[in-house]
């Protein structure tokens, strides 16, 4: 399993994406939108931010305000944008966003559909409660 750096400031990220080696031994890294200004340059969406910024993490997060319907939808179409840049090499060129992570709210019907879903991974403070969304999912936790 490779570690996963979520990285919140943009000019440190491009210099880290500059500078990696390549092999399996490197860090996958994430950048983490902390707004939905677009004005740095970087196209909206997890998947179009990974794409344009050489990652191979994208990041869905997620405010308070935001509503359940509003996050479910937005976590589909980034699924689907993820899927369709991984499947055309004419696209990526070989390279492949590894991972479609999603940050929540720690509500546990959030977490449980997350699961549901089979994101690779979920962001919460609430632990326990995603421990028992995998649990009542039946995935294998040990």
Do not use: Y
């Amino acid at each position: 399993m490779r570690t996963t750096l979520l990285v919140p400031d943009l000019a440190v990220l491009r210099a880290m994406v500059r500078t990696r080696a390549a092999g399996s031994g490197t860090p996958s890294l994430c950048w983490e939108r902390r707004t939905d200004d677009v004005s740095d340059g970087v196209p909206p969406g997890a998947v179009g931010a990974a794409i344009a910024l050489g990652t191979s993490v994208a990041l869905v997060t997620r405010g308070g305000a935001d509503g359940f319907v509003d996050f479910a939808a937005t976590v589909a179409g980034e699924a689907r944008s993820w899927d369709a840049f991984n499947f055309n090499p004419a696209r990526n060129h070989g390279e492949q966003i590894e991972k479609l992570l999603c940050q929540t709210t720690n509500e546990p019907i959030e977490m449980t559909w997350l699961v549901d879903q089979e994101v690779s991974g979920v962001l919460t403070d609430d632990v326990a409660g995603l421990v028992d969304a995998a649990r009542r999912a039946g995935l294998p936790l040990g």
